[in-house]
């Protein structure tokens, strides 16, 4: 009888251990981290279109001395994921979209690009929806908003 019951013991605890330990000791590896972030910015990298909570669409021209200079396709698009901030082709249309809203700059923009927006030799005037913007790196971006980046040649 007592042979039964330290077997009875020995059964319980053995299906404790593995039904509250066993994915604790062989379970599966933890998702990787779903807010990765953008090579060297702090723009989350997010893995597709799916559960967005926010996506819009303003709009990005660049000129030097007046030439029409098209905006990259695939800016910030890698085979893993896409940042918060990129472009799918050449029209200047910037896709913002992600998990949780939260504000957009221009300079998220530049930096998922790496480009800085000064240039040697030129001068420099950004127009958001046709106004100067004398702030630019801090512009806010909006849908549908039409920033306009102007280089000029020095003189």
Known sequence: MLMKNIFLIIAVIAIG???????????????????????????????????????????????VDGA???????IGISPNCM???HTHDESGTLHIEGLETRDFYLKDFLAVWGRAIERDGYTLTVLSNGNPVEDYANLELGDAQQVLIQYETAK
Not at 25 to 35: C, N, R, Y
Not at 52 to 61: I, N
Not at 68 to 74: D, F, G, I, L
């Open 83 to 85: 940042a918060e901030v």
């Open 17 to 63: 251990v593995l039904l509250f330990g066993w994915n604790r000791f062989f379970g599966s590896e933890p998702e990787p981290d779903a807010f990765a972030y953008w090579q060297d910015t702090q723009i989350r990298c997010i893995p597709g279109h799916q559960n967005l909570e926010f996506h819009f669409h303003p709009l990005l021209a660049i000129t």
């Open 68 to 74: 029409a200079e098209p905006v990259p396709a695939e």
